[in-house]
């Protein structure tokens, strides 16, 4: 008998989400962290660097009172998402949401890219968010509630873009496809599962690829006017997390500026 989804007025007052690669300095992953403790979510931040981890988790607890924990992850590492998943089912507040935002990069044409840097970027990308995903749906089925978001790129959408060639657009499009099946596969245990698609955000990433006269270009295309914030896609995420977000499954939010209309 399949399970229904939590109306909003039975979410957690105090739910929990993970968020992974949330501890780069100008990151989607780290801003979307400080938005969800704003709106009252316990946070876990996961990734590679455990000192930094550490550091944001605090920030986040010191400005927002919000119970904040950091660990040191390799995602692409199955036992030891599995051993911090543990840790943060038996640590933070019920856990309701998962972000999946780590993820790697790569600039190489497909003739050029080799067998090595294909593997690394889908062993973080895809074979990360899979584990993160798992390990975390085990939580949300004993609760009936849960929340998934992938953050995945307009590169997946397009083809490529101003630094995402073959395997990042192909891991990228992964991501869309394994939301849509989880939204189909997981709703009858009140579990939802979407994307946020960010198409040109100002992060350390975009940054050292983006020169100016591609940013003027970019500008003069671009409906908004103006190249995205960290913040632009944190808003987005967090509307899909929230209690608003039940009856939403399976979608992908473009926050793009409007670059499929230019």
Not at 70 to 86: C, M, P, R, T, W
Not at 209 to 214: G, P
Not at 220 to 245: C, F, K, S
């Amino acid at each position: 008998m399949p399970v229904p989804a939590y109306p909003a007025s039975d979410f957690p007052d105090r739910p929990t989400a993970i968020v992974t690669g949330a501890a780069s300095e100008r990151g989607i992953g780290r801003a979307t962290a400080h938005r969800l403790a704003r709106d009252g979510w316990a946070v876990a931040v996961l990734d590679l660097d455990a000192a930094a981890s550490e550091a944001v988790a605090a920030r986040i607890s010191e400005e927002t009172g919000m119970p904040a924990l950091g660990l040191g992850v390799d995602i692409s590492d199955e036992q030891a998402v599995v051993d911090a998943v543990a840790r943060i089912d038996a640590e933070l507040p019920q856990l309701v949401g998962v972000v999946n935002n780590a993820g790697i990069s790569s600039p190489t044409p497909f003739t050029e890219v080799g067998t090595e840097e294909w593997k690394r970027v889908f062993d973080v990308n895809v074979h990360g968010t899979y584990f993160v995903t798992r390990e975390a749906v085990k939580v949300f089925r004993r609760h009936s509630l849960g929340r998934i978001v992938n953050v995945s790129s307009a590169s997946a959408e397009r083809g490529g873009g101003v630094y995402g060639r073959a395997a990042y657009s192909g891991s990228k499009a992964a991501l869309l496809g394994m939301a849509r099946t989880w939204a189909r596969e997981l709703g009858e245990y009140g579990i939802t599962a979407n994307c946020v698609a960010p198409g040109s955000i100002d992060t350390d990433i975009m940054g050292g690829r983006l020169s100016d006269e591609r940013k003027t270009f970019l500008l003069q295309e671009l409906p908004v006017g103006r190249v995205g914030t960290v913040e632009d896609v944190a808003g987005g995420i967090a509307y899909l997390l929230g209690r608003d977000g039940g009856y939403l499954t399976g979608v992908t939010l473009d926050i793009n500026g409007g670059s499929h209309i230019a």
